[in-house]
């Protein structure tokens, strides 16, 4: 839990306060018990009207300052446990910016939003029952066992006789309960990762009419999420006739015991009525003191969930880059010897000692069987992996030696899943540079052939975009994403088949603005479609994770047949 204490201090008065005004509450609760003894045994017994009136009052102004001390202590708790969750959330939250691809999947996305959102929740709850009762449960305990002495110590000493009793009890629901919230937090992140992939993939879902067969899916996995539960909460609900039996228990010994002892004069009325109360508030402290234990039990288990995210150190970091302040200045690009696997015990690489040049300015065309490595390779340039084997250079500078938010701000990277956020065209677009003018947006829209179709909404570039996309086709989404990451102004541009949706003869007009605006820009193509990639530069040629052919269009239709199997499949002329 020390890794709480920074956010404790920032909310030091919170955390002082409440439990100061929990214990002040507490102390009016061990008082009261005492007065209304005193009440029945001297100023009812006696007559004494004005006894009564004067410890009455004096009891009602106990009882109106226990209620504001409970108030304000309710209050500090509350907004300490809110501010110090908040705090972790936003910590969390920055800590999985830092991951790598590598470490999101180790995770799952499910497995992430669950400990960000339900797993602090659980922290601050346990935070806020922690700040409430951890002072005033002990401050009652103590002073109704103090006054239950004072009153009678014979009858006293039958609390501390049940109390070994109701420890054991709690002792044994907690370790039991304990490895059960564990269990119910991880089939909460299995149930989240359903409900994600369902609703991501809601229109392929619909278009194969698998609408039951994905409820299906779920209700196992809500089913599996109430079994987990059950079995977790079972072991809480236990605590509650538990602490009833020895507080019914208790009280009837008590009342046996002082009923003899009233009968030979011994003890008076309002005592036994004062013990009773005591007896009360002993049991009670213990039944909170208790819950707050089970509370930081599935606490617990949250808490070592968020301490993986925080603790993890990213596969991908540049804390130790010597050329951590240098710019990208000319975009060239070389892999040395590269391989990669996406995990250790995987059999063959996706990337298999893979060495190609590119030069600054070059448009470089990608292609190769699906599986064939393409996509990871272009991946390896902005650190979204890192290979296992060989080097990276952009530069000619080892990636790894560069600060990762200036290489990343020179290389624009259009992936296969176009992504698009609710707002308007505009704010999209600006996602590549926040400061863009209207006239920049225009410009980098005019490249990517989408100032045309934005103009055909009433809104233009204000037109409201639905989540993902929805209202817009596949093609106009690939070349807006196209236009935000040319207004990054990068010294590297990859699209990785990222204009799969659009025509054949938009598809040329854009490669060809980028010939005519970019001269500098070093481009990479990824593309299934051979007309894509035709008037490049070089292109290379990948088969089961190596380049197999690096060329031009015409070089690899005489030297390389797998790039000719390829051509040949996608035109109606005969192969030769």
Same mark, same amino acid.
């Given at each position: +839990?020390?890794?709480?204490?920074?956010?404790?201090?920032?909310?030091?008065?919170?955390?002082?306060?409440?439990?100061?005004?929990?214990?002040?509450?507490?102390?009016?609760?061990?008082?009261?018990?005492?007065?209304?003894?005193?009440?029945? @045994?001297?100023?009812?017994?006696?007559?004494?009207?004005?006894?009564?009136?004067?410890?009455?009052?004096?009891?009602?102004?106990?009882?109106?300052? +226990?209620?504001?001390?409970?108030?304000?202590?309710?209050?500090?708790?509350?907004?300490?446990?809110?501010?110090?969750?908040?705090?972790?959330?936003?910590?969390?939250?920055?800590?999985?910016?830092?991951?790598?691809?590598?470490?999101?999947?180790?995770?799952?996305?499910?497995?992430?939003?669950?400990?960000?959102?339900?797993?602090?929740?659980?922290?601050?709850?346990?935070?806020?029952?922690?700040?409430?009762?951890?002072?005033?449960?002990?401050?009652?305990?103590?002073?109704?066992?103090?006054?239950?002495?004072?009153?009678?110590?014979?009858?006293?000493?039958?609390?501390?006789?049940?109390?070994?009793?109701?420890?054991?009890?709690?002792?044994?629901?907690?370790?039991?309960?304990?490895?059960?919230?564990?269990?119910?937090?991880?089939?909460?992140?299995?149930?989240?990762?359903?409900?994600?992939?369902?609703?991501?993939?809601?229109?392929?879902?619909?278009?194969?009419?698998?609408?039951?067969?994905?409820?299906?899916?779920?209700?196992?996995?809500?089913?599996?999420?109430?079994?987990?539960?059950?079995?977790?909460?079972? +072991?809480m609900i236990l605590m509650q006739p538990v602490s009833a039996?020895?507080?019914?228990?208790?009280?009837?010994?008590?009342?046996?015991?002082?009923?003899?002892?009233?009968?030979?004069?011994?003890?008076?009325?309002?005592?036994?009525?004062?013990?009773?109360?005591?007896?009360?508030?002993?049991?009670?402290?213990?039944?909170?003191?208790?819950?707050?234990?089970?509370?930081?039990?599935?606490?617990?288990?949250?808490?070592?969930?968020?301490?993986?995210?925080?603790?993890?150190?990213? @596969?991908?970091?540049?804390?130790?880059?010597?050329?951590?302040?240098?710019?990208?200045?000319?975009?060239?690009?070389?892999?040395?010897?590269?391989?990669?696997?996406?995990?250790?015990?995987?059999?063959?690489?996706?990337?298999?000692?893979?060495?190609?040049?590119?030069?600054?300015?070059?448009?470089?065309?990608?292609?190769?069987?699906?599986?064939?490595?393409?996509?990871?390779?272009?991946? +390896?340039?902005?650190?979204?992996?890192?290979? @296992?084997?060989?080097?990276?250079?952009?530069?000619?500078?080892?990636?790894?030696?560069?600060?990762?938010?200036?290489?990343?701000?020179?290389?624009?990277?259009?992936?296969?899943?176009?992504?698009?956020?609710?707002?308007?065209?505009?704010?999209?677009?600006?996602?590549?540079?926040?400061?863009?003018?209207?006239?920049?947006?225009?410009?980098?829209?005019?490249?990517?052939?989408?100032?045309?179709?934005?103009?055909?909404?009433?809104?233009?570039?204000?037109?409201?975009?639905?989540?993902?996309?929805?209202?817009?086709?596949?093609?106009?989404?690939?070349?807006?994403?196209?236009?935000?990451?040319?207004?990054?102004?990068?010294?590297?541009?990859?699209?990785?088949?990222?204009?799969?949706?659009? @025509?054949?003869?938009?598809?040329?007009?854009?490669?060809?603005?980028?010939?005519?605006?970019?001269?500098?820009?070093?481009?990479?193509?990824?593309?299934?479609?051979?007309?894509?990639?035709?008037?490049?530069?070089?292109?290379?040629?990948?088969?089961?994770?190596?380049?197999?052919?690096?060329g031009t269009h015409e070089e690899l239709m005489k030297s390389?047949?797998?790039?000719?199997?390829?051509?040949?499949?996608?035109?109606?002329?005969?192969?030769?």
């Open positions: +839990m020390k890794k709480y204490l920074p956010y404790i201090r920032e909310n030091w008065y919170c955390f002082l306060l409440s439990p100061l005004f929990m214990t002040l509450e507490a102390s009016g609760e061990f008082i009261l018990p005492f007065i209304n003894a005193n009440i029945i @045994d001297r100023g009812a017994a006696n007559g004494d009207v004005s006894y009564i009136l004067r410890n009455g009052g004096f009891m009602l102004v106990i009882a109106m300052g +226990m209620l504001a001390c409970g108030v304000l202590g309710a209050f500090f708790a509350i907004r300490g446990s809110a501010r110090m969750a908040a705090a972790v959330r936003k910590d969390t939250f920055a800590r999985i910016q830092t991951f790598a691809f590598s470490d999101i999947d180790r995770f799952s996305t499910g497995s992430l939003i669950t400990r960000v959102t339900n797993d602090i929740t659980q922290i601050q709850t346990f935070a806020q029952t922690l700040m409430r009762g951890f002072f005033r449960s002990p401050v009652m305990l103590v002073g109704a066992l103090i006054m239950s002495f004072r009153l009678n110590p014979k009858i006293a000493l039958v609390i501390l006789i049940i109390l070994p009793f109701l420890a054991l009890a709690t002792f044994c629901i907690i370790r039991s309960a304990s490895p059960r919230y564990t269990i119910m937090q991880e089939q909460i992140d299995a149930l989240n990762s359903g409900i994600g992939e369902t609703v991501t993939n809601e229109k392929v879902i619909k278009s194969f009419v698998r609408e039951e067969y994905e409820k299906g899916k779920f209700r196992v996995l809500n089913d599996a999420l109430m079994e987990k539960t059950i079995s977790a909460l079972k +072991m039996l020895a507080i019914n228990a208790t009280t009837l010994i008590v009342v046996w015991v002082a009923g003899r002892q009233i009968m030979i004069g011994r003890m008076e009325i309002g005592s036994l009525t004062a013990f009773i109360t005591y007896l009360s508030q002993v049991l009670t402290a213990l039944n909170f003191l208790a819950n707050i234990i089970l509370q930081g039990t599935r606490a617990g288990a949250s808490d070592r969930r968020i301490g993986e995210v925080l603790n993890t150190c990213p @596969d991908i970091s540049d804390e130790n880059a010597s050329c951590a302040n240098r710019e990208i200045r000319t975009g060239s690009i070389e892999f040395r010897h590269v391989s990669f696997r996406y995990f250790k015990d995987a059999g063959a690489p996706v990337l298999d000692d893979v060495n190609v040049r590119i030069e600054s300015g070059e448009l470089v065309g990608i292609v190769g069987s699906t599986g064939s490595g393409k996509t990871t390779l272009v991946s +390896m340039i902005p650190r979204l992996y890192d290979p @296992d084997e060989g080097n990276v250079l952009v530069d000619g500078i080892d990636v790894k030696e560069l600060s990762l938010r200036k290489l990343r701000d020179s290389v624009a990277v259009v992936l296969q899943k176009n992504t698009l956020f609710s707002g308007t065209i505009a704010e999209n677009l600006r996602w590549g540079n926040e400061e863009a003018t209207e006239q920049e947006l225009e410009r980098v829209c005019r490249i990517a052939r989408a100032d045309g179709f934005i103009r055909t909404f009433p809104d233009a570039y204000e037109t409201e975009i639905g989540q993902g996309g929805g209202n817009l086709s596949g093609g106009q989404k690939q070349r807006l994403c196209i236009a935000r990451a040319l207004l990054k102004r990068p010294k590297i541009l990859i699209l990785d088949d990222s204009t799969s949706a659009v @025509d054949t003869a938009t598809d040329a007009a854009i490669r060809r603005e980028f010939r005519r605006q970019l001269p500098a820009v070093t481009k990479l193509i990824i593309a299934q479609r051979i007309s894509s990639v035709m008037d490049a530069d070089k292109i290379l040629v990948m088969e089961r994770g190596s380049v197999i052919a690096c390389c047949g797998a790039y000719q199997e390829i051509y040949y499949s996608q035109k109606e002329e005969e192969r030769p």
